[in-house]
């Protein structure tokens, strides 16, 4: 903790967007090795999927970008943290590297917790920033244990709601505390878009990283028309996933997932006016035509089912039946700012909306659960008039 | 072939008992026949058939019969009889997601055959009748468990007197059961659900006190512990049987059963005078150790997921693929609890948690 505070004295926010910049440039060049390196290794996704997700997760994360974000929430007068403690959660890569990068760019050290399903990602990251800049480098711990969480200034904790209570239980009162549980994201298909260039942008969220993470589309919403447009969908969502199947593998299961999704498809092929769709004996992918009634549970792991909805007032109350678990809503052919989107995600406590193909790719500076990346590590200070 | 035709031929093997190897010729046949049977007369079973683009004109022997997972009996009446003919309906306990598995019955006769044989071979292999104790309620208070039922009648045919049932709808007292076990005056079946026994254990470990049943006794226990008590391996859960009861390992019987078969499977300790963990299949029934990622079989002495081909299975589906993790052993399989599962491997947000918090 000593070296970290030490280390985080000799450089500020600027010098570390610099590096991170810089660092973010290494990663998305057309060969990285960085990119190569973390795909062989980490094991949890197909080394394709490693290297799409993180060359198009950190294609705008830049410098620019960087500096808007210090500017507009950095105003004003605050106090950053020296520095901040961050739990890891989850597989993704570029949900760590942004983990990680964002204190920086408060201007605090980070003593972070790596996620035991990802090793590889932090470490090849701290590693490719050491060796753009040591001395930014030197500002990330990855061995924080759960000692440091009283030592720190402020906290940013990622996982199951159940980790995020027994983190915020060892924080003490006052330390800013950022909490990232586990959440669910959805799209939505509207009228105004061919069906095929929807599904192919749909195909690619649901790809990257395998439906794993908080981004990753757990129903497709498919507003019905009279010519049966959600079965369509269906349809064509499954062409796209076959497709996509060889140019981003699906990655390793256990025994238990599989077995798991072999129930889940057998439980929605016996069922009364399903559409099933799948890779044949293989778990690859499965998309699920599901009229209902009942709100079929989340997929993931590249199951997908397809909920036809009829009005937007029905996207509205799908959504608030997911509250407050919501994140993201990606959408297509329905407008940016449709009637019902921004309903259904202030309904269902989400936070972003975003286009199809982009649910996985979030800014460096989105405000991730609605929450100021920047900003709520630090702890504001007023400075009232001297004069009567 | 009729359904009766066929529940005939299927009562004839049963019939023939544990020890009479079935031919795999005439399994195969029965087999595919049933399969024809029920894929003309459940719509249900014949959607998932076609899901997997298999069909009786396709399937060439039982070990292609598609098999429907236990999640698919939560989703729909996977029945091959009109709904007017249901004698019984036997459901799986709750879980977190609510849905309930369901066995629906026409007629109990094979799943009544083929308990006595299995249970009788197993637990009272002498065919002495002996007093039952049950920590479970009786069927009459639990009309939908198989597991009330499967003593129910194991009791009243291969017992002697009226069994004595520890537990009503409303819960147990484990003391009241303590004090029936105390006032045995001779070997006995105690026999109920792996839970009740921890309870008993831990009933008498409070008191300080060991009992020492007759010599004999044995016991059987069956299910998991879906945190109605502390949870314990098996085999510590047969070691504390044996220290609270007096009861010898090799007189401590597991079964494996599940709601949705018409046949269960015993350890052979009982029968061997030494303990085992081995399940023994039925000459009805075969169960396969496959590759949950390519329903493959798995290599000999691996480790894969258990899918069950039960011939008593007539009115349902005969073949069910479970979620458990087993390996093939010489006489039969093990059982190694649930298939490891998904770890935190992601930030989404799991489905129980979901249904649990906000549905």
């Known amino acids: ?388 | 072939m009729s359904r009766d035709a066929l529940d005939r031929r299927v009562l004839a093997v049963i019939g023939r008992g544990v020890d009479a190897p079935l031919d795999e010729a005439e399994l195969d046949a029965l087999a595919l026949e049933l399969f024809a049977w029920q894929h003309e007369h459940c719509e249900a079973y014949r959607r998932l058939c076609a899901a997997s683009g298999r069909s009786p004109d396709s399937v060439g022997h039982w070990t292609e019969i598609p098999a429907a997972p236990t999640g698919a009996f939560k989703e729909a009446r996977l029945a091959a009889f009109p709904e007017s003919a249901t004698v019984r309906v036997f459901r799986t306990s709750g879980s977190t997601a609510g849905k309930r598995g369901e066995l629906h019955l026409d007629t109990l006769e094979l799943y009544t055959a083929s308990l006595l044989a299995t249970f009788g071979a197993h637990i009272v292999p002498e065919a002495r009748p002996l007093p039952f104790v049950v920590l479970a309620p009786p069927a009459s208070q639990a009309p939908d468990s198989s597991l009330s039922y499967m003593y129910d009648v194991a009791a009243r045919h291969l017992g002697r007197g009226e069994p004595v049932f520890c537990v009503t709808r409303d819960g147990w007292d484990p003391a009241a059961a303590i004090e029936q076990l105390r006032g045995l005056e001779g070997p006995a079946a105690v026999v109920g659900t792996a839970f009740a026994f921890v309870h008993l254990i831990d009933a008498l470990g409070a008191a300080g006190e060991q009992l020492r049943l007759p010599a004999g006794t044995r016991v059987m226990e069956t299910g998991g512990f879906k945190g109605r008590s502390r949870e314990l391996t098996r085999d510590a859960l047969h070691a504390g049987i044996e220290s609270a009861l007096g009861v010898a390992r090799e007189r401590i019987v597991n079964q494996y059963g599940m709601c949705e078969l018409g046949s269960q499977f015993y350890e052979d300790s009982l029968r061997r005078g030494r303990a085992s963990e081995v399940k023994r299949v039925p000459p009805w029934v075969r169960t396969r150790v496959v590759d949950p990622a390519t329903l493959r079989e798995a290599a000999s002495g691996e480790v894969g997921m258990l899918v069950h081909l039960d011939l008593a299975n007539t009115g349902s589906v005969l073949a069910v693929q479970t979620s458990d993790a087993g390996r093939a052993v010489d006489g039969g399989f093990e059982v190694l609890g649930r298939l490891p599962g998904a770890e935190a491997r992601g930030c989404s947000l799991a489905a129980d948690a979901l249904l649990g918090g906000a549905a």
């Open chain 1, 1 to 388: 903790m000593k070296r970290l505070r030490a280390a985080a004295e000799y450089i500020d926010g600027a010098r570390a967007a610099e590096a991170l910049a810089r660092t973010f440039e290494l990663w998305r060049e057309p060969t990285s090795p960085w990119r190569e390196r973390l795909a062989r290794l980490h094991g949890g996704f197909s080394p394709r999927v490693v290297d799409a997700g993180v060359r198009l997760g950190l294609e705008h994360w830049t410098l620019e970008v960087m500096r808007e974000l210090r500017g507009r929430e950095l105003r004003g007068d605050h106090v950053a943290p020296g520095v901040t403690a961050v739990w890891l959660a989850g597989s993704i890569p570029t949900a760590s590297f942004a983990a990680l990068a964002l204190p920086l760019l408060a201007g605090s050290a980070v003593a972070a917790h790596p996620a035991s399903a990802d090793g590889a990602g932090p470490a090849l990251f701290l590693e490719s920033l050491r060796s753009v800049d040591p001395d930014v480098g030197a500002c990330i711990s990855l061995d924080a244990g759960p000692e440091v969480l009283e030592q720190v200034d402020a906290v940013v904790a990622a996982g199951s709601d159940e980790s995020v209570r027994v983190v915020r239980e060892r924080v003490p009162p006052g330390i800013p505390f950022a909490a990232h549980p586990h959440k669910l994201s959805l799209a939505v298909i509207g009228t105004q878009i061919d069906v095929p260039g929807a599904v192919e942008a749909l195909a690619q969220d649901i790809c990257l990283w395998d439906g794993r993470g908080c981004l990753s589309p757990a129903w497709v919403l498919a507003v019905e028309t009279p010519g049966r447009r959600a079965a369509h969908i269906a349809e064509k969502l499954a062409e796209a996933l076959d497709r996509l199947a060889s140019r981003l593998p699906c990655g390793p299961m256990t025994a238990g997932e599989h077995a798991a999704l072999r129930d889940r498809r057998g439980a929605a092929a016996v069922r009364e006016g399903v559409e099933l769709h799948a890779s044949g004996d293989a778990n690859d992918w499965t998309v699920v035509l599901d009229p209902g009634p009942e709100r079929p549970a989340p997929g993931g792991l590249r199951f997908v089912p397809v909920v036809p909805v009829g009005s937007v007032r029905e996207l509205v109350e799908f959504c608030a039946r997911l509250h407050p678990h919501l994140s993201t809503i990606g959408h297509a052919g329905l407008g940016g700012r449709a009637p019902g989107l921004l309903e259904g995600l202030e309904a269902g406590g989400g936070s972003r909306l975003c286009l199809l193909g982009r649910m996985q790719l979030p800014p460096l500076d989105w405000r991730h659960d609605g929450v100021e990346p920047l900003r709520s590590l630090l702890r504001l200070v007023d400075v009232e008039d001297e004069h009567d």
